[in-house]
Structures are given as structure tokens and as C-alpha cells.
């Protein structure tokens, strides 16, 4: 497919990129996403028996951690970054990160091609993995059905990413052949996404109904994508499509059937690595955490400060890049009794003085701890996953759809689904943050999107939450205007405001410390500073380098 990763370098950039392709690098499989590369394996010594076809398959896997969990600056920043939800604390001199988050972008940005380039890598070797494996003789029909559903799982996946961001992509559905074959034009965003409904529709028919390892996809996954893919298909809140919205609301009645997922008790646990792929967990990006093997994630250290000790492990030392911090205008939703504000976040921390004791730190801003691994005391390769779909957002995506339709489901109304996941957050008190009244579709609307913001917060789901209801630009708006409003003034005011206590055990004893009210510097607010995003914006620009290397054209409203 149409990947270069050099400006004006057409012919080397594909060169180099279709080992990849034809299957001749691929990552071997000593264990599910293992990343030793095994080099010269042709189509003439490969593709005889079951381990290759399962070398191929997690070969595709691995790749799409790229756009995920293990390089995960161009996720975050061309997801959470551009939306009410997350700021920025890099310096002036990182201009490509900051250029993102102030709309200031143009196709040069590297952070977009290495986005593009990783999903389209993905694509090709699920393409790969695709055509080649139903020509494997010795291979039943069962595990022919269950490989090629998980591949075309994933291709539809990296698609729903680029069809979201983009708009109109190349569309490859094939094996690469030779260099001409990467020479197509966009297709529409129907075809693409009709491309990824079949890709779906056969996943969910063929993939095994639990998965075959750990971290695999399931029908149930495939399902539970379905169902957001013919959500996001339903269209904005001003003019939603009925027929989506009920081929979404089957598709999660039926995941919810299966009986197979529920949520977790405690939000924490959802996170805790000691507890990770449990019964919330559809389908995320699965990692290993091997220092030694170098198979990880690298998402702590860009969400923490550059250094912190925890009294539980006095050796661990995040050595983070402060890169990112939750704006105050979704800190400011979180109520002081929500569960979610001290799972997802710290305000203060307790660090081992050199004599030592311990004593309380307290940062200018707070720093968002949801993907932190206490597990072990190194820097890299941890074992965070990255969440894809959980039951949690089965089960909001439900209440939407319900309040949307204007029916109830078979266990309860819109408040019901809803609630399921507020109780939770709510632990101490789950009955009295019950929602419940006579909203009317519009002010459930926006409890729905409240919530599911206040959840899924730095999981990658706001800015296509806001795209799919049509809601983005007067988000954003909302947002620019305020915040600058806000720094025009003398002096820049600071936030002030309630954080729970227990946030760390008090090491010589029981007793928790309790950070009581915080009170942030005004770079809290100052991290925030936005101009207000164009029509245009609601789609990247394709990448200066796919350009310079194939005949496809800029999007609309970006200098050609």
C-alpha cells in the first residue's frame, strides 16, 4: 500500500517497504506478539504450514501496536491531543507537537506520516496474511477461517482509523505485487467503509468465540466494532440514521447476550497490569512488558513528570516526558467523589528525601497516572494495554442508542445502561449518582457524551466521539474561547478544587494521606491555549512525503 517514509523518494520508499509486503520480514511467533525479526523468508520456504500462517498473523498484530500503545505519540496526539480533553506541557521548541494541539499543522508534520505509515503497514501484511493463508493445504478450514477473520479484524480496524482521521484513503485490499500495484487514487469514504463493514461481517462469522491466545480477536470483538463502526455511520445528532442506529443497537444486544463480559468492580482493576485482559476487556492493544525481549509499551512516560518515586517501590522512577496533562476543563467535570479522579489522575506524590523519610511533592498540574505500571521498576517495555473496546463502552454506546431510538433494552431503559457504568465510578455512594428523571433526548444526549468522556478520558475515543455526532467544531469553539478569554486576563487565574484522599498509604503506617484541596499554578491553564479549529480541520492532511511519493492529492482546504 501507499506508504513512503522519506520526502521525494518514490521508488527507494517503496523498495524498502515491500518486504514487508510480501511477507518476506515477518516477526516470528515464540510467543503471541514476540518481535525478533526473521529475515529472508519467501513466498518459495513460507506460507507451508500452520506456524507460518500464524507467524504472518502475529507478525500483523505486532505491527499494529505501532499506531497504539508501543509508538504511541502519533496516537495520542492525533486523537486526544486535538480535542477538550488534553494538553500539552512540551516546550516552545517542540514545534510538531504543538503545531497539533494549536491547529497550527501543515502535511510536513512528521507525526502524520508515521501514523499513516504505520496503519498502512498494518494493512499490508494483514493483506498478506489474507491471500496467502486459504492456499495452505495442511491447514484445516477452521484455522484457515479463524487467521484470515482476525487479519481482516485488524485491517478493518486500521482503516475505521484512517477512513476517521482522513477521509478519503487509497484503499488496498490486495497483496502488493510489484511497484505499480501501489499506484492508486483515493476511494470514498463509502467504500471504505463498506470495506470495513465486510471485512467485519466476516470476522464475526469466522474468528473463534473466545480467543485462541491472549490478545487475539474474538466474533465478540468484531461484534462490538461492528456496532461503533454503524454508530459512527448513524451520523451527526442532527440528522442520525435510523437503520444504522438500529443495526447498532442488534449488534450490542448481542455482545451484551453473550454473557461472556462484564464490568470489572472497581475501575482500578480495569488498569491494575497485575489484572489486565479481564472480563471488561473485548479487545485492546495487548503488550508483553519485556525489558529483555524489548516488547512493550512506552505510554507511562509520556503521560508522567520526569521523575517520581513511589513509596511502595522506592526504586521506580518514571523518567516521563510531562508530555501530557488533562485540560481543566475535564478536570473540572470529574466530581470530587468520582472513583475515576484518583485512579486517572495524581495531584501529589510522596518522594524518599535523601535522609530517608518521606516527603509530600505536590506538581503544577496533574499528571494522568491511568497507564501507569507498578509492576516493575523499569523505564521501558511495559505491560499497559491499550483499551480498543470495553464492555464499559458496549455498554454506553447502548444507552445512546436507546435514548436515539426512543426504546428500552432487555434489562432496563437509557438509565439503566448508563447508571451501570456511574455506579462504578461511584463506589462509596453508587446510589445516590444514579441519573434518572425525564431528560429529554437532547439533555440525554449530553449525559451520555459527559460520561463516556469522563471514562474513556485519554483513551483515544473523544475526538471520534465528537466527529461522529457532528459536535466537534462548537466543542472546540467553546473551548478556544473560554481558555483564551481566561489568559487575556490579569492575573491568569488558577484552579483551585477538591482531590479525594487515600491517594498514597502513608509508609509508616495505615493511615492515608489526604491531599484535601489543590490549588494548580496558572500553567494549568496556560497549557490549554487552542485557536479554534476550521470545517476543513475536521480531516488531517495527507502526509507531505505520500505526496511527494504517489499521485493522490491533498485534502481539502491544505496548501497542494
Not at 71 to 78: E, I, T
Not at 396 to 421: C, F, Q, T
Not at 534 to 543: D, S
Request: aromatic share 12%; hydrophobic share 35%.
Amino acid at each position: 500500500m501507499l506508504i513512503s517514509n522519506q520526502e521525494g523518494m518514490k521508488t527507494k520508499n517503496i523498495l524498502c517497504l515491500l518486504m514487508v509486503f510480501m511477507g518476506a520480514t515477518l516477526f516470528g511467533c515464540k510467543s503471541f506478539l514476540d518481535e525478533t525479526v526473521y529475515s529472508n523468508i519467501g513466498a518459495s520456504n513460507f506460507w507451508k504450514n500452520k506456524d507460518d500462517a500464524l507467524s504472518g498473523l502475529y507478525s500483523t498484530y505486532t505491527l499494529s501496536l505501532s499506531f497504539g500503545p508501543r509508538d504511541c505519540r502519533p496516537f495520542f496526539l492525533l486523537t486526544d491531543m486535538t480535542t477538550d480533553d488534553m494538553d500539552s506541557e512540551y516546550s516552545n521548541t517542540e514545534n510538531e507537537r504543538r503545531e497539533i494541539q494549536t491547529f497550527n499543522f501543515q502535511d510536513k508534520n512528521k507525526y502524520f506520516n508515521d501514523a499513516w505509515v504505520s496503519l498502512y503497514k498494518t494493512i499490508a501484511q494483514a493483506n498478506v496474511v489474507i491471500e496467502r493463508v486459504p492456499k495452505i493445504e495442511s491447514l484445516s478450514e477452521q484455522d484457515k477461517g479463524y487467521i484470515v477473520g482476525e487479519a481482516r479484524f485488524l485491517r478493518a480496524l486500521e482503516y475505521f482509523y484512517l477512513v476517521q482521521l482522513w477521509g478519503d484513503v487509497p484503499l488496498d485490499t490486495v497483496e502488493v505485487a510489484t511497484i505499480v500495484d501501489t499506484q492508486m487514487p483515493k476511494s470514498t469514504k463509502t467504500e471504505i467503509y463498506n470495506t470495513i463493514l465486510n471485512d467485519l461481517k466476516f470476522a464475526e462469522t469466522h474468528c473463534s468465540d473466545a480467543p485462541q491466545v491472549v490478545g487475539r480477536a474474538t466474533k465478540w470483538a468484531a461484534k462490538a466494532l461492528l456496532a461503533k463502526v454503524y454508530l459512527t455511520l448513524a451520523g451527526p445528532f442532527s440528522n442520525r440514521n435510523v437503520e444504522m442506529l438500529q443495526l447498532a443497537e442488534g449488534k450490542l444486544k448481542e455482545v451484551m447476550g453473550s454473557e461472556r463480559y462484564s464490568l470489572v468492580p472497581k475501575i482500578k482493576d480495569y488498569f491494575d497490569i497485575s489484572k489486565k485482559n479481564n472480563t471488561e476487556t473485548i479487545y485492546d492493544h495487548h503488550t508483553l512488558g519485556d525489558v529483555s525481549e524489548r516488547v512493550g509499551s512506552f505510554m507511562h512516560r509520556n503521560f508522567y513528570p520526569s521523575s517520581i518515586s513511589d513509596p511502595a517501590i522506592t526504586s521506580l522512577k518514571t523518567a516521563g516526558y510531562k508530555a501530557w496533562t488533562p485540560t481543566p476543563d475535564l478536570w473540572s467535570l470529574y466530581l470530587a467523589d468520582d472513583d475515576r479522579l484518583k485512579e486517572y489522575y495524581t495531584v501529589h506524590y510522596i518522594k524518599k528525601n535523601s535522609n530517608g523519610t518521606f516527603g509530600v511533592q505536590k506538581y503544577n498540574v496533574p499528571y494522568i497516572k491511568k497507564y501507569t505500571d507498578s509492576t516493575t521498576v523499569a523505564r521501558d517495555y511495559k505491560a499497559n494495554n491499550l483499551p480498543v473496546i470495553r464492555y464499559a463502552d458496549v455498554l454506553l454506546m447502548y444507552s445512546e442508542v436507546l435514548n436515539e431510538l426512543g426504546i428500552a433494552g432487555p434489562k432496563g431503559d437509557r438509565y439503566y445502561y448508563l447508571n451501570l457504568v456511574r455506579k462504578r465510578a461511584f463506589s462509596k455512594n453508587p446510589t445516590a449518582n444514579e441519573i434518572s428523571g425525564t431528560h429529554s433526548k437532547e439533555d440525554f444526549r449530553e449525559l451520555v457524551m459527559r460520561e463516556r468522556r469522563l471514562e474513556f478520558a485519554h483513551e483515544g475515543q473523544r475526538l471520534f466521539d465528537m466527529k461522529r455526532t457532528g459536535t466537534y467544531i462548537s466543542k472546540m469553539t467553546d473551548l478556544a474561547n473560554k481558555v483564551n478569554a481566561a489568559l487575556a486576563s490579569s492575573p491568569v487565574p488558577t484552579y483551585s478544587g477538591t482531590y479525594p484522599g487515600g491517594i498514597y498509604p502513608n509508609p509508616a503506617g495505615n493511615t492515608p494521606y489526604n491531599a484535601g484541596t489543590v490549588t494548580f499554578t496558572a500553567d494549568f491553564l496556560k497549557n490549554t491555549k487552542r485557536t479554534i479549529p476550521k470545517p476543513y480541520q475536521l480531516v488531517y492532511p495527507i502526509p507531505y512525503a505520500q505526496l511527494q511519493a504517489f499521485d493522490i492529492g491533498q485534502n481539502e482546504g491544505y496548501p497542494r
